[in-house]
């Protein structure tokens, strides 16, 4: 009889540079799945030789999503499982692989991770910013205009910011958080992440930017940019009482713990305690 039942999509991290870094999961879902669904075929082929996997390839890239998908979702309702790559880190992360995502969601068809590396979360994990909260930006817009007016909507946002940038435009990107953060604001240029020229700069936007411009080397490879949160600002009016009270307890306990007592304690309300308190907490956080 034939087998009727859907395959599985499996979404496989690959290394963004080491190859030392491809779990022996996700080489053998590599290897056992019927097709591998990659951004580009020749970049993904070089590094499935590498590991001796001869599963076929097929292209998914942003120009042939619309017709690839609607492909590939009909050959997981026959019964074939596929491999879902990018031409490094993890599918899907400001890179191709979302829509199939979706679909193969829509169409009922099971959707398994296979976790790996991801140039984001490897930069944050070694870049001395705020992890708790973090917002991800990807790669901003390329024209100049729109760029701007992006990095100006989160001039007050207080997370760690998170962005890719490419090389020839990581000059202009850094000038403009300048002109929209300031020159002061902390910031880490993680460049070719787990490759063997991988570099970690740690400064000032204003430090960063000047050092691009002095050495060549600074604008070779992707890179990952890190930001520091802007300073939190006490809302119009806010409950100084509150805050003092906060503010001791947040030094001794656990942010919930020291919101409820300080509620407890000024007759605040709770949920008006603890918004406070993420508040209080993240400007502490931030250097």
Same mark, same amino acid.
């Given at each position: ?9 499996h ?16 080489r ?24 001796? &996997? ?18 590939? &979702? ?24 979302? !829509? ?8 009922g ?7 790996? =590396? *991801? !140039? ?23 024209? /100049? ?31 403009? *958080? &300048?002109?929209?953060?300031?020159a ?6 993680a ?32 890179s ?5 949160? !802007?300073e939190?600002?006490?809302? =119009? ?5 509150? /805050?003092?009270?906060?503010? &001791? ?19 605040a ?11 209080l ?7």
């Amino acid at each position: 009889m034939a087998n009727t039942a859907p395959g599985r999509l499996h979404v496989v991290a690959t290394p963004i540079g080491n190859l030392g870094d491809l779990s022996p999961r996700a080489r053998e879902t590599l290897q056992s799945c019927a097709l591998v669904a990659a951004e580009d075929t020749r970049h993904s082929g070089a590094m499935l030789r590498q590991f001796a &996997i001869q599963t076929p390839l097929v292209s998914l890239h942003e120009h042939n999503e619309p017709e690839r998908v609607a492909q590939l &979702i009909g050959r997981l309702q026959r019964g074939e499982s596929i491999a879902l790559i990018s031409d490094a880190g993890t599918p899907a992360i400001s890179d191709p692989g979302f !829509a199939l995502v979706r679909a193969a969601a829509a169409a009922g068809i099971e959707v398994v991770a296979v976790p790996g =590396p *991801c !140039a984001a979360i490897a930069a944050l994990s070694v870049g001395a910013l705020p992890t708790d909260r973090f917002c991800f930006e990807g790669f901003l817009p390329a024209r /100049d205009a729109a760029r701007r007016a992006s990095l100006q909507a989160l001039a007050a946002e207080t997370r760690t910011l998170v962005f890719y940038e490419s090389p020839h435009r990581l000059a202009a990107t850094l000038a403009d *958080c &300048i002109a929209a953060f300031g020159a002061m604001r902390s910031a880490v240029l993680a460049r070719e992440l787990t490759k063997l020229h991988e570099s970690l700069y740690r400064g000032t936007l204003g430090e960063l930017l000047a050092r691009v411009q002095a050495e060549r080397d600074m604008a070779r490879g992707e890179s990952v940019l890190l930001v520091g949160g !802007a300073e939190a600002k006490p809302a =119009p009016g806010a409950d100084t009482e509150l /805050d003092r009270v906060l503010n &001791i307890l947040l030094a001794q306990l656990p942010l919930k713990q020291a919101a409820e007592l300080a509620a407890a304690i000024t007759g605040a309300r709770g949920n008006e305690a603890y918004k406070r308190a993420l508040q209080l907490k993240a400007s502490l956080s931030s250097p």
